[in-house]
């Protein structure tokens, strides 16, 4: 059982910033591509971003030039580094790792709003 540890939602205002970690086992973090996904109420699970094991990334263009995806190896973690946060950022935050099959974290919320 591959299991998923998230951190660092919260209620923040606009224009905030935060930082979501995703803490993931070491046996397989390394050759794993991580994504943070989010799903606001009523709407279907979205792609935010994802790094590859090599460090290629890519992000959703809604949020493009405001968050940052990273990963320490050493750590076994994944990172969202969140800035400008707008109200439509709100939602529940889920990490996922891909290793020949696809895993989740329990979800963290984060809350926009002044």
């Known amino acids: 059982q591959v299991q998923l540890v998230e951190s660092g939602g919260g209620l923040v205002q606009p224009g905030g910033s935060l930082k979501l970690s995703c803490a993931a086992p070491?046996?397989?973090?390394?050759?794993?591509?991580m994504s943070w996904y989010r799903q606001a109420p009523g709407k279907q699970r979205e792609l935010v971003a994802t790094?590859?094991?090599?460090?290629?990334?890519r992000y959703a263009d809604s949020v493009k030039g405001r968050f940052a995806i990273s990963r320490d190896n050493a750590k076994n973690t994944v990172y969202l580094q969140m800035n400008s946060l707008k109200p439509e950022d709100t939602g529940v935050y889920y990490c996922?790792?891909?290793?020949?099959?696809?895993?989740w974290g329990q979800g963290t919320q984060v809350t926009v709003s002044s």
């Open positions: 996922k790792l891909r290793y020949i099959a696809d895993y």
């Open positions: 790094i590859t094991s090599g460090g290629y990334t």
């Open positions: 070491g046996s397989i973090f390394g050759s794993a591509a």
